[in-house]
């Protein structure tokens, strides 16, 4: 039996939920690293190679070069956990949010301070959304992290 | 409620305190600049609160709040994880530790709470060696503001709201019951507050970052003080909805709402809108 997942629908959000776990296990746990200050010195000095070093799709890794959180949540990363990579490039989380809703800081900081996101802004949000990107394509061919092909012969 | 001479004293909760744990709230505080004008109405609204817990002081506050992949991450996902340590290092979450005393907690307590509600069938894990992250000291700062040394211990309590599913609301409340019976049964002369903390409305991530519900906080609170019943009743999808992806964090204030009476007066509510992404929120409530 299929898990019941009823929250699909709301506009501009990625719930964190079991599929997304499984395919950002890796990529979190990267995120995860650079809590050590020693670790983000290494990643800062050459970013590809400190990535190479995690068995992670390549999908993931470029968004991370790309600093494309809206494609990191797609591809499974928590924002709490990509939030590293905030402290590591030294911007603050309000500049890391604004840049996934396409504002500047300054204009995002003002909507805050306005009071926030409207709720009747889902409904403009609900008609930009893009369809995800399906799950199963990442994991399959030369993309797949070497633990899980072998995992699955 | 003290008992009569020569009866062993049991711990009492006295009051439940709820408030947002904003990072940036900490960082505000840790450089001085709780009085800028961006912060100032915010930390103006715990005056009061700083007042009222230095004549009211507890012993022990038992915290509810949760990790932001500090402590916790993929490898371990606890939902309910009770801290029975004798102190708590203060969290490296990738700036250095906030300059604030360390956490001393009340193993006695905690163990004791632990075994009392796994035996009512919530499957408590213990932990010891960890390090606390924003989610429990941000909340000892609005209440403490920058002591030497925070003048109560603490029994960190810890809910996994970041990976799906966290707890449901009707859970955390029944939860709530279960921790306050373990506290009445505990011997010991204890004054006891339960804190619950994180919200209210806010969403971090996507294209939805920003999002912001006023008119569902200010009806949260109403509820989570006359009708918590109500509130046990909204999904988590509910919450998602209605108060953001991360504004889900509410379920942690119905753990606290169900360690208190039926019954309880509000002494004191503030609310303030924004803390860098997110709306804060924060009641006093006393049982009657």
Redesign the interface.
Known sequence: MALDK??GD?????????DM?RLG?HA??F??S??KSEN?QRFLADERAYLDEWPMAEEQKRAFLDRD??RL?ELGV????F??LF??DGI???KG??S???MTQEA?RA???S?????E??VR?AS??RPRSPRHRLGQGADAPAERRDRRG | MRPPNGATAVARVTAGVTMSHV??IGAASDLGKAGDGYWQPLFAGFEFSRRWIAQRKPDVIFLVYND???AF???LIPTFAIGCGDEYEIA????GPRPVPKVVGAPDLAWYIRQAVIQEDFDLTAVSNVAVDHGLTVPLTLMFDRPDAWPVLVVPFAVNV????PPSARRCFELGKAIRRAIDSFEADLDVQVWGTGGM????????????????DARFLDALVEDPEHLCQL???DY???AG??GVELVMWLIMRGALNDQVTELHRHYH??A??T?VGHLILENR
């Open positions: 009823p929250y709301i506009p501009g959000t990625t719930v964190f939920d079991a776990a296990f979190n746990q995120c995860m650079l809590m983000r959180y809206n949540l928590n924002v709490y956990y939030g590293k402290f590591t603050s989380f309000e949010a604004a996934m809703t396409g995002y909507m805050m301070i009071g926030g996101r409207r709720p802004d889902d949000l930009a959304d | 990072p940036a932001h992949a500090t991450d993929l490898n490296d979450e990738g700036w970041i990976v799906y599913p409305s806010h969403q971090l991530q996507g294209p939805r970052a920003g999002f912001i519900n006023q008119e569902f999904s988590l999808l998602m909805r209605q992806s991360e809108v924004p860098s992404n709306a």
